[in-house]
């Protein structure tokens, strides 16, 4: 599974961006699609995922309220909507893909820059 992130940029603090995903390859097999982000100095961590066949999210507390995962059109893409955005929002932002049954991402993105300025 290849997958291309795409929508990151610099915007000030309570505004807002739309990151997408667009994933290619064995696309039968994505179990659930997730968002990751680093920020200098830290461990990346869990931003949100969905399932590929049933659209199940989750997120992590510090995003719950704010971000929005969907599956966007055409169907092999997963959009982050990302809302009233925090300078403590600021990372790169992964994309990644974990198989049917699979217990680990396998599959990154290069990642995309969010930077919000306070």
């Known amino acids: 599974v290849q997958l291309v992130e795409s929508g990151g940029g610099l915007v000030q603090a309570g505004g807002a961006l739309r990151l997408s995903c667009v994933a290619s390859?064995?696309?039968?097999?994505?179990?659930?699609l997730g968002w990751f982000r680093q920020a200098p100095g830290k461990e990346r961590e869990f931003v949100a995922k969905i399932g590929f066949t049933f659209s199940t999210t989750d997120y992590a507390d510090s995003v719950k309220g704010r971000f929005t995962i969907s599956r966007g059109n055409p169907r092999n893409t997963v959009d982050l909507q990302m809302n009233n955005l925090k300078p403590e929002d600021t990372a790169v932002y992964y994309c990644?893909?974990?198989?049917?049954?699979?217990?680990?991402?396998?599959?990154w993105g290069q990642g995309t820059q969010v930077t919000v300025s306070s």
């Open positions: 390859g064995s696309i039968s097999s994505i179990g659930t």
């Open positions: 990644a893909a974990r198989i049917s049954g699979g217990r680990t991402y396998d599959s």
